[in-house]
Structure formats: structure tokens, C-alpha cells
């Protein structure tokens, strides 16, 4: 097998948003609207949008801050669009959120890099009339939260989960039952546990009847979590499970990952063991993983178009600006609120329909012809 590689890939920026107003100070504080309730009151074109994202550990992040800087600009607003360090992303982040604060963003949308750690941040945002966007990753214990944005979740954990058992079936079609392992994401990540839980709603009636087996009897979010999402902490733990538990003829046949970058770490182990081939699942529609899902070397993933999300986070702050309420489609609790969501749906992407998934997108299009 090829060595795994992770890049970044650049794309192009979404849709357009108009914006209409006269211009403003970006000095304003949040806090200066009637009441500092910026949903009721809008704000100025002109206006200052914080962005806060985590830390680059995957690509769709990457390409998220170039997206959100050109759509926010075009729409009329000043970006102030920021990632939080990779050595101590929390601190950073809660850093980068008071001083976007202190700029006077009006709405500050935020990719929290741990999102139990920003109570202080969002309850002074808020008291300074700031509206809060909770982008990707739903902010924890905390009513001070206006909306959430997302791709569903759980759903991407549930498409995992039967594309795991599609993906057994179909190479192993003399097999009754599978050996598997299981990886997870960052405990400190939210979605980690919602895509986890969404997979074993699908697998774990199987590994409860005998047609999946977690050899190395690691099935708990707790024993397979990936700490800061790091590929080498995945491949790590990977390595040690094949050396503890797959010796001999004993075979791995597939392995649940949350994302295309995890899921590479594993196939490097994987090979680098002579275990394979194996099922792999992943999501995000990494550049580095396409033709490997061409190949068939990675099973699956699943296309969240980053634009899409991106532009529909513009929707909402453009409804804000306007004095109106965010379009939402469901709600979501965070422990201590029910916070206003608008959920898009995931693309399940395989070999069999990467063409047809990707044709628009000018970057991952050419990948799938080979």
C-alpha cells in the first residue's frame, strides 16, 4: 500500500451574500444595540464577525478560515477569523473570543476546540449583547448560545456504522462473522461521542449477536478515543492492538474510523503489520483520502461540504443583521439549554459514486478519475 499522507486542500469560496445597510464603525461594541439583543435590534454593514476555530487538525478546518474570511467579506462584513494554537489550543481560544469581544464583533461564530471550556467566554460575549454561533461542534453547559450549526451527527455516525457492515459484506462475501476495531475521536470534541453513539446504534446489535467481534475487547468512546484527534495517537494505539491481538492467522477485517485522517493512521498500520485488506470507514472527504477510496484501500467517507456549512452560517448572521431570527430545523441540548439548530444532511461517498458526489467540486473532482 502507498504511504497515507495527510495534505490540505484549498476551495473555492461559497456563494455570495448581499448585505444591506449603511456603513459603521467597527469599533462598536456588541453591547451598544437597544437592549444588547443583537437578534432584535440587527447591526450595521461594516460590522466585525469573529470566527473561532480550533486548532488545524484536520483539512476541513483548514479550509473553513479561507471560506469563512471570503464569504464574510463579501457579504459586507469584517472577518476576524482565528485558530487556536496547537501547543495550548484551549487558552488560545478562550483568548481569541474576549479579544474578539473587545473589537466589538457583533456575532462571534465559534469551532470550539474543547467545548466544556468556554462557559466565562460565551457569558461575557452575551452580556455584551454578542450573538453566539455555535459552528460544527455544539458548545457545552451553557444557555449562552443563540444557534448551532451542523452537519447531523449522528446520522454521520449512523451512515458510518452501515457502511461498515455494507463494506464487510461486500469484500468478504464468504464470512459469516468479522473481527473489527473500534477508534473515536477527542473526548474533548462533542461530536466525537455523537458520531461514535450514531455508529454503535447500527453496530452494536451485531457485535451483541456474534456477527462482529472487537477482538481486542476495546468497545467502550472511553478505551478507543482519540486524544486531540493526533493521527499518531491513533496509529499508536492501532499498532499496540494488532501486536496484542492479532497474531498469527488471526485477521483484523474492519475498522470503524470517525475521520479520513484516523482512518489513514490505521491503514498505515494496518499495512505496516501485513494485516490487510481491511474495511475502513472515515468522513470528511479528505483530498489525501480520495484515491485511496478509488482504490478501494479505504472503504468510505462522508462529504460535508464545507461551503455549504459555511454559507448557511452567513444565512444566519445575515438574519441578525437584519433584526430577524436565524432559520433553524431542529434543537439540540447542550446540558443546560435547548439551543436553536439548523442540521444539513451528510453524503455517504464509496467508490461507486465519488464521481458523481464530487463532479462540482473542482478540487476532489479530478481525484475520483483514475
Not at 305 to 320: E, F, G, H, P, W
Request: aromatic share 6%; hydrophobic share 40%.
Amino acid at each position: 500500500m502507498r504511504k497515507v499522507l495527510i495534505t490540505a486542500v484549498a476551495v473555492a469560496s461559497a456563494a455570495v451574500f448581499a448585505l444591506s445597510g449603511c456603513s459603521g464603525s467597527s469599533n462598536d461594541r456588541g453591547g451598544d444595540s437597544a437592549g444588547g439583543d443583537t437578534a432584535a435590534s440587527g447591526f450595521k454593514a461594516g460590522s466585525v464577525i469573529g470566527v473561532a476555530l480550533p486548532d488545524k487538525t484536520s483539512e476541513n478546518w483548514t479550509i473553513a478560515g479561507q471560506i469563512f474570511t471570503d464569504d464574510l467579506e463579501k457579504a459586507g462584513y469584517k472577518a476576524n477569523v482565528q485558530y487556536a494554537g496547537s501547543t495550548s489550543p484551549v487558552p488560545d481560544q478562550q483568548a481569541q473570543i474576549t479579544a474578539m469581544i473587545q473589537a466589538g464583533a457583533k456575532v462571534i461564530v465559534i469551532g470550539a476546540n474543547d467545548a466544556k471550556q468556554l462557559g466565562a467566554q460565551v457569558a461575557d460575549a452575551k452580556e455584551q449583547g454578542v450573538s453566539i454561533i455555535a459552528y460544527d461542534r455544539l458548545i457545552s453547559d451553557t444557555k449562552d448560545v443563540d444557534y448551532y450549526v451542523a452537519f447531523n451527527n449522528f446520522k454521520v455516525g449512523q451512515d458510518q456504522g452501515q457502511a461498515l457492515l455494507d463494506g464487510l459484506a461486500k469484500k468478504f462475501p464468504d464470512q459469516k462473522t468479522y473481527n473489527i476495531e473500534l477508534i473515536a475521536g477527542a473526548a474533548t470534541d462533542p461530536n466525537a461521542t455523537v458520531f461514535f453513539n450514531g455508529a454503535m446504534d447500527v453496530l452494536k446489535p451485531k457485535i451483541d449477536d456474534g456477527t462482529l467481534k472487537v477482538v481486542s475487547g476495546q468497545d467502550t468512546f472511553e478505551k478507543v478515543q482519540t486524544d486531540k484527534w493526533d493521527p499518531a495517537n491513533a496509529q499508536s494505539r492501532m499498532d499496540t492492538v494488532l501486536q496484542g491481538f492479532y497474531q498469527g492467522d488471526t485477521n483484523i477485517n474492519g475498522v470503524l474510523s470517525p475521520n479520513d485522517t484516523l482512518a489513514r493512521a490505521a491503514l498505515q498500520s494496518v499495512s505496516d503489520a501485513k494485516k490487510g485488506p481491511i474495511v475502513i470507514t472515515g468522513q470528511d472527504s479528505e483530498a489525501a483520502s480520495i484515491p485511496l477510496i478509488m482504490s478501494g484501500e479505504q472503504y468510505m467517507t462522508i462529504y460535508k461540504d464545507t461551503r455549504k456549512l459555511v454559507a448557511q452560517t452567513v444565512d444566519m448572521i445575515n438574519s441578525l443583521a437584519k433584526g430577524d431570527k436565524a432559520d433553524t430545523n431542529a434543537e439540540e441540548d447542550n446540558g443546560a439549554t435547548k439551543v436553536p439548530t439548523y442540521y444539513l444532511d451528510p453524503v455517504v461517498v464509496t467508490a461507486d459514486n465519488a464521481a458523481e458526489v464530487y463532479k462540482d467540486n473542482d478540487k476532489l473532482a479530478p481525484l475520483t478519475k483514475q
